[in-house]
């Protein structure tokens, strides 16, 4: 008997926990697909590092590339290529979202170092996204998917733990009342990016002129 009840106690406390199944999916789908842009960018580096007027296959038009983003300083900011950042630290948001469809409990420190990895990357490709676009003069698309998966997720973990109160009192509501407005506060940030690509790089000529 004592151990049924605590096997009891188990699935009671295992079923207490919430699952935060949106964020979670998100996590899980945005670190996949920021590991499959991380890895093609990667394998592109490899073949201009072999053949520097090789065609990539992310080659649309002359301001639509990878390849002028990859050769640039910028594309190696800390002495290696950015990419190997993208292959390193994409698997965490794929293992945390993993682990809270299982209901672990993570603690707030633990939710705090996440978030901070997620506002480096935040910050790392608004500064990446504009030299693209008004100094090296491209949008990369492999780096547009990067920064398509890294915003909402920014979003979403930082909101979540204002909602959380791991901000503070003071943020708890206004963390509870954005965290829903996810998708809308990251469409509105692709809008920004595609107008500042649009009006410096006339993209659109380019693809249907």
């Known amino acids: 008997m004592p151990k049924l009840a605590c096997d009891t106690r188990l699935v009671s406390d295992a079923q207490e926990r919430p699952r935060h199944l949106a964020l979670a999916l998100l996590l899980i789908i945005g670190g996949a697909l920021g590991l499959l842009a991380s890895f093609s ?6 073949t201009l590092l072999a053949n520097p007027n090789a065609h990539l296959g992310c080659t649309v038009s002359a301001s639509l590339q990878c390849g002028q983003n990859i050769l640039s300083w910028q594309g190696k900011v800390f002495g290696f290529p950015n990419p190997l950042l993208g292959l390193m630290m994409f698997p965490a948001p794929v293992i945390v979202g993993v682990a809270l469809l299982g209901r672990v ?6 939710w705090l170092l996440f978030n901070l990895g997620h506002w480096f990357a935040i910050v790392f490709i608004g500064w990446l996204s504009t030299e693209s676009i008004y100094n090296i003069g491209t949008l990369c698309p492999w780096c547009s998917l990067v920064y398509a998966v890294v915003i909402p997720m920014w979003l979403a973990v930082t909101l979540h733990n204002m909602a959380a109160g791991r901000y503070g009192t003071a943020l708890v509501g206004v963390g509870s009342a ?8 990251s469409l509105a940030l692709y809008v920004v990016i595609a107008l500042e690509a649009q009006l410096r790089l006339d993209l659109l000529s380019q693809l249907f002129g």
């Open 41 to 46: 960018l990667t394998q592109d580096d490899f």
């Open 105 to 110: 409990r993570f603690p707030n420190w633990f």
């Open 178 to 185: 954005l965290v829903t407005w996810v998708p809308l506060l």
